[in-house]
């Protein structure tokens, strides 16, 4: 993973071209304008936090079986977009302390672990290098791929709560869900996440 920078455009308009990657996200693929604007709120929301923000994942395309190994930017394949900026959101706590996860991958990498291999990360980079009190994680309760993410990361889930209902995503009906690790979940040595 390396810190999201002005030359992964380019990659982040190829990756929200996908309205399959969206489906739970905006239910539609983005234009580049929208991409463009979107980019720019990530590189501004990266700098208010020291240590937080966003990655995006390059991985050897010669991985057989599961999940291919990590590779640098320059001789990997791009594999997607890792977030892990302030909690920001209308649903979320104003608190430096308290940090957003989440993940957009490529589909063809969908299904190899790649999600929850860079969400330990970036828990490991939360709690130890950071030293946030909590990481929090909210996605579409009908994105039952996501939420097993989170669940195999050890994270808890906290509650369903439901914003105002967005008619291109699918069952938004059912709500949003949140998940959190907090400090003394991590400290414990929650058992799924690989430390």
């Known amino acids: 993973m390396v810190p999201l920078a002005d030359r992964h455009l380019e990659l982040e308009i190829e990756l929200d071209s996908d309205p399959e990657v969206l489906r739970y996200v905006s239910g539609r693929a983005r234009t580049s304008d929208e991409v463009v604007a979107s980019h720019a709120r990530r590189m501004a929301l990266a700098r208010t936090v020291d240590g937080l923000g966003y990655w995006m994942a390059f991985a050897s395309a010669d991985g057989a079986g599961g999940a291919p190994p990590a590779a640098p930017e320059d001789e990997g394949e ?8 302030p909690a920001h959101g209308p649903d979320q706590p104003d608190d430096p302390s308290v940090t957003d996860l989440g993940y957009r991958l490529v589909r ?5 672990g ?31 791929r996501s939420r097993g993410v989170l669940e195999a990361v050890g994270m808890r889930y906290v509650r369903t709560y439901f914003p105002p209902v967005d008619d291109l995503l ?10 959190e690790m907090t400090r003394a979940m991590w400290e414990a040595g929650t058992p799924a996440v690989a430390r």
């Open 78 to 85: 791009f594999v997607g977009l890792m977030m892990l900026p």
């Open 108 to 112: 063809r990498h969908w299904r190899r």
């Open 114 to 144: 790649l999600a929850s291999e860079a969400s330990s990360a970036l828990l490991r980079h939360a709690f130890d290098t950071v030293g946030q009190s909590r990481v929090i994680a909210q996605t579409m309760a009908a994105n039952t």
């Open 170 to 179: 699918p069952q938004a009906e059912l709500g949003e869900v949140e998940y």
